[in-house]
Every structure is written in structure tokens, then in C-alpha cells.
């Protein structure tokens, strides 16, 4: 397990691009079909955009059809943290990233074997990292 990262709102307005901000650390959501890692079937890893924590590979992203880059589980357990978010009158699980709390998205149950779940991912919570 990893420590915390904890910056203040203006370090994190200095390190995060507008977008990037909007979404990890106020939990915004970026319109579907516009991130760019939407498409993006390359191997490598997924690494949280405000801290650099790896959190999603390659090899558990799917084509969910949402709009939104989509993975069925992690790359660790204790990669992400999830909590109940009861905001826009849903009730959904939010996903952030354990190491800096940033906002990615949210998970659903509606994913494919083996988990069943969908990790739904802003892209602007996410650099991509290529394999080597
Ligand atoms: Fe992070």
C-alpha cells in the first residue's frame, strides 16, 4: 500500500491541466465519446494523472459501448477506493484513486466475466503509459 499524496488546491490547480482538474478533484465528468483513451486498444498501463499511480492495464479494458474508457477490475485491489455517491438523484459507487483521492469515475455491475463489473473511467483521470 502506498502513502498518501496530499497537495493543496492551488499545487493541484498548478499540476493538473483545466480538464484534468475538473474531473479529479471535483469529481466532474468529461462528455462520453470525447476522452481520449475512449478508443485507444494499446498495450500498457493506465496511471492516475495526478499522482502517477498505476491503476488499470491494457488487458482488463473492454468496449463497453458507454463512451468512456472501461476496465473490469483494477490492476490492484487497493489501487482504488470506492464509495457510495448519491449525487445527479442515482445512487452509484464512485471510484477514486487510493493514492491521492482524485475522482476517476464510477463502477457499475454490469460488466463481463470474470468480475461482472464496469469500471467507467474519465480518460482525464488517466495517462496512458505504452508497453515497452
Ligand atoms: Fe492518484
Known amino acids: 500500500m502506498t502513502d498518501k499524496i496530499q497537495l493543496t488546491d492551488a499545487e493541484w490547480r498548478e499540476r493538473l491541466s483545466p480538464d484534468q ?22 498495450a500498457g498501463e493506465y496511471v492516475c494523472a495526478g499522482c502517477g499511480e498505476p491503476l488499470f492495464s491494457s488487458e482488463t479494458k473492454y468496449n463497453s459501448g458507454s463512451g468512456w474508457p472501461s476496465y473490469y477490475q483494477p490492476l490492484a485491489s487497493d489501487a482504488v477506493e470506492e464509495l457510495r455517491d448519491t449525487s445527479h438523484g442515482m445512487v452509484r459507487v464512485e471510484v477514486r484513486c487510493a493514492k491521492c483521492e482524485g475522482h476517476l469515475g464510477h463502477v457499475f455491475p454490469d460488466g463481463p466475466q470474470p468480475t461482472g463489473l464496469r ?8 495517462d496512458f503509459k505504452p508497453k515497452e
Open 21 to 42: 482538474y475538473r474531473v479529479l478533484r471535483q469529481g466532474g465528468t468529461e462528455r462520453a465519446f470525447t476522452g481520449a483513451y475512449e478508443q485507444n486498444k494499446a
Open 119 to 126: 469500471y467507467c473511467i474519465n480518460s482525464a483521470s488517466l
